[in-house]
C-alpha cells in the first residue's frame, strides 16, 4: 500500500491569492512529481525531483513552483493565482529500484474563481 | 517524439461482457508500459505494469495486458466486467533509464450498464 499524501483535497480560493499544495510520502523515495490533470484530458508532468535540493521543471510549462527541502515533502505553490490554473494537480513518487511504476496521492482539485 | 494513444475515449459495456482497451504507443526503444485506472476524486492506481519477459501480464482485479512489440501495442483486458470497474483507465509508457517520467495516454472512460 502506497503512502503518499495531498492535501488540500479540494480548494476553491480568488484570484490573485498564494496557494501552497502539499505532497508528503512516507516511503522514503528519492524521486517525486507533480502532474497536471485537466477533466478528460491525459495527466502532463510539471515538475520533478530526483532528491533533496533537485528540482526540474517537467514536460508542460507551469507558473508553479516547487522546492524539496526533505525527502519527503515536494510542495507546489503558485504565488498568485489565476481562473488558467483551475485543474486537478497529482503527487507522485518512486523508489530507486523496482520498475518504474509510480506511486500517487489522490490529488488536489484547485478552483480558482 | 514519445506519446501514447489510446483511440477509445468512451467505452460502455455490459455488466458480464468482456472488454478491450486499446493502448498504442510511440517510443524509440522497448519502454516500460503500465495501465493505471482511476476513479472519480482520486488519484491513479496501478494495475498492472510490463517490465521484461512474458508479454502477457497479470495485474489486480482481474485485469491482463498483452505488449506486441510489432504493433507497438499494450491493449488492456478483462474477460467479465463488473460494475465497480466502471473508472477512467490510462496507459502509461516509461523509460527504461531511471528518470522515472511517465508519458500518459489521454484516457479511456469506462461505463458499464447494468
Known sequence: EADIYQTPRYLVIGTGKKITLECSQTM???KMYWYQQDPGMELHLIHYSYGVNSTEKGDLSSESTVSRIRTEHFPLTLESARPSHTSQYLCASRGTSGTGELFFGEGSRLTVL | AQSVTQPDIHITVSEGASLELRCNYSYGATPYLFWYVQSP???LQLLLKYFSGD????GIKG?????KR????????????????????????????NTGKLIFGQGTTLQVKP
Do not use: I
Not at chain 2, 63 to 67: L, R
Open chain 1, 28 to 30: 522514503g523515495h528519492d
Open chain 2, 41 to 43: 476524486g482520486q488519484g
Open chain 2, 55 to 58: 508479454t502477457l501480464v497479470q
Open chain 2, 63 to 67: 485485469f491482463e495486458a498483452e505488449f
Open chain 2, 70 to 97: 510489432s504493433q507497438s501495442s499494450f491493449n488492456l483486458r478483462k474477460p467479465s466486467v463488473h460494475w465497480s470497474d466502471a473508472a477512467e483507465y490510462f496507459c502509461a509508457v516509461g523509460a527504461r533509464e
